[in-house]
């Protein structure tokens, strides 16, 4: 199975992509999508819906695992990473590619084993379980590939987690 792993943001829009065979991870590609704070939200979107479609088509994922949207106090930054977040499932639907979502606390669990587990542990954890030489940067591409290795950890049957699209599911 290949899963394509986002931390959605608009500023920042991490992602890894892993093969897992077996219980075998192997890292086939992680980095980030950069947009600019001074271009319009509509012109950001556009690049990192562009970019994940170049990520798509390039690395051809069967499934995604995606985090959900984590609402803190900054409510004009929460509808910004919601809509980051609705442009990477509208690449990945384009696509016929299931989108599965997992909360934070469902991710550093997965990793860690601890729902509260701090970033550098979750970092440490990313490293070891892909024998990486270092942690992927910046934080929000570690996050995307521990969404991943999440994904991979729930045996890819977590369908009461995937997002369904017009009343079915998208597989």
Known sequence: MRILGI???????GWGVLDYTGNRFKTVAYDSLLTDAG?????????????????????????CSIEELFFNRNVTTAIGVGEARGVAMLACANHDIPVFEYTPMEI????TGYGKAEKKQ???MVKTILN????PKPDDTADAVAAAIC?????????????????????
């Open 39 to 63: 271009v319009p939200m509509p012109d950001r979107l556009r690049s990192l819906y562009l970019g994940l479609e170049d990520i798509i088509r390039r690395y051809q994922p069967d499934e």
């Open 132 to 135: 990486l030489n270092e942690v």
């Open 108 to 111: 550093k669990v997965a990793l």
């Open 151 to 171: 994904h991979a950890h729930s045996g890819g049957n977590n369908l009461s987690r995937l997002i369904r699209n017009e009343g079915r599911m998208s597989r």
């Open 122 to 124: 979750m970092q440490m």
């Open 7 to 13: 931390d959605p943001g608009y500023a920042i829009l």
